[in-house]
């Protein structure tokens, strides 16, 4: 079932965001994509976007008819403003606060804002999120409730009726994994597996069974635990979960 509305996708070109654009996909007439330069140590993520979205409408004639503009924002400033490991050359540590030092205060909260203000002009209304409060590193802009606290502020703010869509908030990478195994079938873990990049590091020298990656950074370890266990779990035969083939 497909909704009428149309959706904005924050796709950065990792795992959790390339399963968000499916997951919107599959509800919304129209899906728009949106990513953001924001002085990223590794411009890898940013490389693997467009071939991504390439691969994504040849899975599927009825993807390929719904996915519409991708929108690539310059907010280069964040890197200026901010001092983490994401956008500076420093090793990967935890802080005081008990946050790891990859965290970019109020990253979420920006992108989220400027994605509003991209789907109030293209008649979006919904925005789409890979945020996760199940098991990544406590970032306080990926928690639900902030999330919520958002829409609410964004449709005050702007005088619009966005949801914020978070499908990924309460599950783990393992069914990350199954949901794009539900969406896509085999051929969408496939690509994901092999071109979304997660590493912090922006390692792709080999590909291991869970895609490409230095294998011991945090967001490393996570997607390959996930995929370690996603593969464990029993599921319907090859074949029985593939792309929608027509519109
Ligand atoms: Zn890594």
């Not at 919304?28 to 071939?51: C, M, N």
């Not at 992108?111 to 590193?137: H, P």
Request: charged share 20%; proline share 5%.
């Amino acid at each position: 079932m497909t909704l009428p509305q149309g959706a904005l996708v924050l796709f950065s070109g990792g795992q959790d965001s390339t399963t968000c654009v499916a997951w919107a996909l599959s509800r919304y007439a129209k899906v728009e994509t949106i990513g953001f330069d924001y002085g990223q140590r590794h411009a890898i993520e940013l490389t693997v976007r467009p071939s991504l979205l390439r691969k994504m409408r040849a899975l599927s004639s009825d993807w390929d008819s719904r996915l519409g503009n991708d929108h690539m924002i310059d907010l280069s400033l964040l890197a200026k403003i901010s001092d983490t490991a994401l956008t500076q050359n420093v090793e990967i540590a935890m802080q005081d606060n008990g946050l790891p030092n990859t965290f970019v205060p109020g990253r979420n909260l920006l992108f989220m804002t400027v994605a509003a203000t991209v789907a109030y002009r293209r008649g979006l209304d919904a925005l789409v999120g890979g945020m996760c409060e199940t098991d990544f590193s406590g970032y306080p802009d990926c928690r639900n409730d902030t999330m919520q606290s958002l829409q609410a502020t964004l449709n005050l703010g702007m005088a619009s009726r966005f949801r914020i869509d978070t499908p990924l908030m309460w599950i783990d990478k393992a069914a990350t994994w199954d949901m794009a195994h539900g969406l896509g079938g085999q051929p969408l873990v496939d690509l994901i597996r092999t071109d979304t990049h997660t590493c912090y590091l922006g390692e792709r020298g080999a590909l291991h069974d869970w895609g490409y990656g230095c294998g011991k950074c945090p967001a490393c370890e996570l997607r390959a635990r996930g995929y370690r266990k996603f593969t464990q779990q029993a599921r319907p035969p090859a074949g029985s979960g593939q792309p929608p083939a027509a519109a």
